[in-house]
């Protein structure tokens, strides 16, 4: 009676220790592997051009374009509160407002050397945060977008002051191809908004199933679903 007593105990501890720890969110059983190589700032497709930039305005930028993309994940990404990406980006912009307004006065610098005069110069930093903010749109990759930026945020919260720009070096290039949209990888799976696939949906009138359900090739043909390449592009 001991034994059991004592077992029970420990089963008992063991599962409160469980239940205490959180879990995070997670959509898929696998989920596609967005990891890219490090990035400088001035690579097609990661930020706005800077043209004429320094290596230090390159950097600020890119800093500043991981910034702009995890506000964004702040906002969108409130629909899985596991993911937690408010409560790490709320103390990201604190642990790190030193490196972060560094940045944003560097690009204020750059601007204002770029154009005539001030105003101008202040004109174009809008825009190009506003642009910055628009180019990092996740309503298709939402899922992958979320998880890659929950991630990065979680990453930045135990980076030592001063080095979160190597933070953006390193995953500036996997938060970017996070917003292309991907599913499941571990099952096959069909996605019909392919471009180069046209839409088509199985044949369904009674003509083209016998009395077991299965289908009538002598009267319809060879069946037309899957669509062709469906199942090469769920492999990817």
């Not at 110069?121 to 628009?134: C, F, S, V």
């Not at 945020?153 to 135990?158: C, I, N, R």
Request: hydrophobic letters at 40%; a positive charge; proline letters at 6%.
């Amino acid at each position: 009676m001991k034994v059991v007593r004592t077992a029970l105990v420990a089963g008992v501890a063991f599962w409160g220790m469980g239940a205490a720890a959180p879990a995070s969110a997670q959509f898929f059983l696998q989920p596609y592997n967005f990891q890219g190589k490090p990035v400088q700032g001035d690579e097609p497709g990661i930020g706005q051009p800077l043209p004429g930039a320094t290596p230090a305005e390159l950097r600020a930028g890119l800093l500043w374009n991981m910034r702009a993309a995890l506000n964004v994940a702040a906002l969108q990404c409130q629909f899985e509160p596991m993911l937690t990406t408010v409560s790490n980006y709320n103390a990201t912009l604190k642990d790190h407002e030193v490196e972060l307004k560094g940045a944003f006065d560097t690009l204020g610098a750059y601007f204002k050397r770029q154009n005539k005069t001030v105003k101008a110069g202040q004109d174009a930093l809008d825009q190009y945060g506003t642009r910055t903010y628009a180019s990092f749109s996740s309503v298709s990759g939402q899922l992958g977008f979320c998880t890659t930026a929950a991630s990065i945020l979680h990453q930045a919260v135990f980076t030592p002051r001063g080095h979160l720009g190597e933070l953006a070096v390193d995953r500036m290039r996997e938060l970017r191809n996070s917003l292309v949209p991907y599913g499941e990888q571990r099952f096959p799976r069909y996605i019909g908004r392919e471009q180069h696939i046209a839409a088509t949906m199985p044949r369904l009138d009674a003509l083209c199933w016998n009395k077991k359900a299965e289908w009538v090739v002598k009267k319809c043909g060879v069946q037309n679903w899957p669509p062709a390449g469906a199942t090469a592009i769920a492999a990817r």
